[in-house]
DNA sequence: GTCTATATCGGGATAGAC
DNA sequence: GTCTATCCCGATATAGAC
């Protein structure tokens, strides 16, 4: 797999660092293999040679980014104490991290919302980054101290990263400067969140809950 | 756009027929154009000057789609009187219609979920759709009898069609045989999403329902 | 092992002859 | 309105310089 000494790595760097630039400036379609390649200074084949396809880039920018934002995530974590916090930094990360590449998730969600396709977040591919991701949930709720009803208690990371999926989603398609609309959904929504975490508990919706549980049930079901 | 005489129209629809065909068995990415024009029985620039490219047809699929079902849906929701039966019956043409075209939607879900793309389900090219599609839910809300709480009113109908376009997207996503998996998400989360309608309206909760509608305000203030 | 140069192919899209 | 020829690009492959 291109294992080299520290010229290879650096080549390989510069591949990476051009595409990534140019997925940034003109979006993922509009880039051709052959201008990352003279972008890097490197011939279409050499290109090729370290990543075997177009795809294989974003992959390598995707498995990039899971690790930067992880270490950030666990940081972060370790500084908030309560439950809005705590998921709150973990947006917060996520949002800054890729704050630059809005454009070019918008072009890559274009190809990746297919089931079938690598990229996908739901894919077998990104299994490993979406798994961390869930566990950074887990994680925010298990210390925060909040009550979580133990019908709830199995699938609410999960649940939780849907909700940071639709966020992000909503975040591509927001054409307000600079996402400010995206900025009051997270404000005003993260407290609903919380709350109906909180007041999940009530005797008086035990029956919504009932049939929230079974439903996660049904559906997270292996 | 192509005003031709009753030739014209025959031949434009015969390339349509062919794509759809091929769209089906084979799935957006795999049909090329060349086999598309072939198999409609004319050149490959013929195809080109009735549809701008593969993505126009799609297109004229999306149109044709949108008009049959609106036809479904009117005659369904005439025979139901409940707001769970209602919603039901939308969602059951919608399904039972879209049903031969799964495969094809995935993939189309592939080049479709990027924003800048026309067709995205939320991109300005299917605007019309769309608001007919809303405008469903606000039938199916206003004949029905619930009692809506106030603040929920205006947004309500545009929260069902989010609601329609996750099973939508869960669905195509739905690997279990003949998505059953889908149907029952269907049967657990719909009594969920009418009880909830109906319990929104409880004092306990009119906290939680000032910031939903403060949320909705905010998230679709234009 | 690293990289260039070049050829080839499939497929979307276009130009221009008829 | 229809066709042929052509272009561009992603992808693959290969020969050979260093």
Do not use: C
Not at 75 to 94: F, M, N, P, T
Not at 114 to 131: G, I, K
Request: avoid cysteine; charge should be positive.
């Amino acid at each position: 797999m291109h294992r080299g000494g520290p010229k290879s790595e650096e080549t390989r760097g510069r591949i990476l660092t051009s595409a990534m630039d140019l997925f940034r400036s003109r979006g993922f379609e509009q880039t051709t293999m052959r201008e990352i390649a003279s972008e890097a200074g490197v011939a279409l084949g050499s290109a090729y040679y370290y990543f075997e396809s177009k795809e294989a880039l974003v992959m390598a920018f995707y498995r990039q980014a899971g690790d930067d934002t992880h270490k950030l995530i666990v940081q972060a974590l370790s500084e908030e104490k309560d439950l809005q916090g705590r998921i709150r930094a973990i947006l917060d990360v996520k949002f800054r991290y890729f704050h630059p590449n809005r454009k070019f998730l918008g072009a890559l969600f274009g190809h990746a919302a297919d089931p079938e396709n690598p990229l996908s977040p739901f894919s077998e591919e990104t299994r490993d980054t979406r798994e961390t991701d869930i566990r950074h949930f887990e994680d925010a709720l298990r210390e925060s101290g909040a009550k979580i009803p133990k019908e709830l208690k199995l699938h609410l990371p999960r649940l939780l990263w849907m909700y940071q999926m639709g966020l992000i989603l909503f975040w591509i398609y927001d054409r307000s400067p600079s996402q400010t609309r995206t900025g009051q959904l997270i404000d005003k929504s993260l407290p609903v969140v919380v709350n109906l975490i909180r007041v999940a508990r009530f005797p008086l919706l035990r029956p919504i809950r009932k049939m929230v549980a079974d439903l996660l049930d049904a559906v997270y079901r292996v």
